[in-house]
């Protein structure tokens, strides 16, 4: 049996340095130069191990889904009760929206350059989106059922402002908004609860 070449780089490496070009700059405006470099690899290699530009961008997405969905579960399923552990997310979200060059959620921003497709990252895009909001209700549900948490809207709308307001502030960030600002929001939003 004939065998290639072995991989002469480290694909998690890859995908997070091609993560951080499509962070900064979106699909469309990520060029194959720039994903190489940054990659420090060649085309022949890209091709080989990812496959054309935009199975690299599925790659690297489901890549940052699996980390800060992981992260963002973690946060919920804290040793705080229901309420404290949604109160900490949101928290959570303004320390990250708020840190020095923070280019905002890529979660957010797949929805935001492939929402109105149906299918492939758009659809993995929604569904991690309604994973995180299904976990919050769940927390909020709970909140509710110990007696902890008087909301005047439901759970499930709870937990769909609280979604909105992360991509909120995901664009704030994108858009530079000082900490302060991001603060601001993170503060009201609490406030809310």
Not at 17 to 45: H, P, Q
Not at 92 to 107: A, L, Y
Request: glycine share 10%; proline share 3%.
């Amino acid at each position: 049996m004939v065998r290639g070449r072995p991989r002469e780089f480290d694909e998690k490496q890859a995908l997070e340095a091609a993560l951080e070009v499509f962070w900064r700059k979106g699909y469309e405006g990520a060029t194959c130069e720039e994903l190489l470099s940054a990659m420090d690899i060649n085309s022949g290699s890209m091709y080989a191990a990812f496959g054309d530009k935009k199975v690299l961008y599925d790659r690297v997405f489901e890549l940052y889904c699996q980390n800060a969905l992981g992260q963002g579960m973690k946060v919920l399923d804290g040793p705080g009760s229901p309420l404290e552990n949604v109160k900490a997310l949101v928290r959570c979200w303004g320390g990250f929206m708020s840190s020095p060059g923070c280019k905002g959620c890529f979660i957010d921003h797949t929805l935001i350059e492939f929402g109105n497709e149906k299918k492939g990252v758009a659809q993995l895009a929604r569904r991690a989106m309604k994973r995180m909001q299904d976990a919050m209700e769940q927390k909020l549900i709970a909140a509710r059922d110990s007696g902890e948490w008087v909301g005047e809207v439901g759970p499930a709308e709870m937990a769909a402002f609280l979604v909105n307001t992360k991509q909120g502030l995901s664009v704030m960030a994108r858009a530079g908004a000082g900490k302060k600002a991001i603060q601001a929001v993170v503060d009201t939003t609490l406030s809310l609860m």
